[in-house]
T-cell receptor
């Protein structure tokens, strides 16, 4: 089945630790995205990548980092510099940045 | 400051009737609009989109209407089915559907009762 896999579904980390969220797609999509969802707010773009080995900051990139070494994979690292990391994180992909996105099922990150 | 507003957090409709979900926007530069549907514990799924050069787009039971002068769009589901029960998100772009530029609403939770 083609789709986007985010793992893990729930993640707990201690304050001050970096944590990496996984996102893999087998849709052969060029573009991939990371969003954050908080209560009372719409989805906000963290980072996006249009092609392998290239990525750009979204609206709320501070405290996050990404890599795009393979077409299928776009991991997101939440660093200790992110002041309020507890949130629901969604990964998406699309054939291009002008095509509708397909989303994974999300990772809920909680900082203890 | 919400540029895309879904003012009804929830909506309840009887099976077989019409569901109308509304979305208002403030930025007159928005030129492309999308609706996504989200079930619990799953990611959003693309439903339907509309460009600002149109005022209506239809796909099966789903129709989106755009009123540019009122900065308002609506999603009609006819007939509504219990499987349509989900959260519906409206999103807008000011760059012809560029996903980098999407602004999302907070969603409306639709319950279709048998």
């Amino acid at each position: 089945d083609g789709g986007i896999t985010q793992s893990p579904k729930y993640l707990f980390r201690k304050e001050g630790q970096n944590v990496t969220l996984s996102c893999e797609q087998n849709l052969n999509h060029d573009a991939m995205y990371w969003y954050r969802q908080d209560p009372g707010q719409g989805l906000r773009l963290i980072y996006y990548s249009q092609i392998v080995n290239d990525f750009q900051k979204g609206d709320i990139a501070e405290g996050y980092s990404v890599s795009r070494e393979k077409k299928e994979s776009f991991p997101l690292t939440v660093t200790s510099a992110q002041k309020n990391p507890t949130a629901f994180y969604l990964c998406a992909s699309s054939g291009s940045i002008y095509q509708p996105q397909h989303f994974g099922d999300g990772t809920r990150l909680s900082i203890l | 400051d919400q540029q895309v507003k879904q003012n009804s957090p929830s909506l309840s409709v009887q099976e077989g009737r019409i569901s109308i979900l509304n979305c208002d926007y403030t930025n007159s530069m928005f030129d492309y609009f999308l609706w996504y549907k989200k079930y619990p514990a799953e990611g959003p799924t693309f439903l339907i989109s509309i460009s600002s050069i149109k005022d209506k787009n239809e796909d099966g039971r789903f129709t989106v209407f755009l009123n540019k002068s009122a900065k308002h769009l609506s999603l009609h589901i006819v007939p509504s089915q219990p499987g349509d029960s989900a959260v519906y998100f409206c999103a807008a772009s000011d760059e012809a559907g560029n996903n980098r530029k999407l602004i999302w609403g907070l969603g409306t939770s639709l319950a279709v009762n048998p």
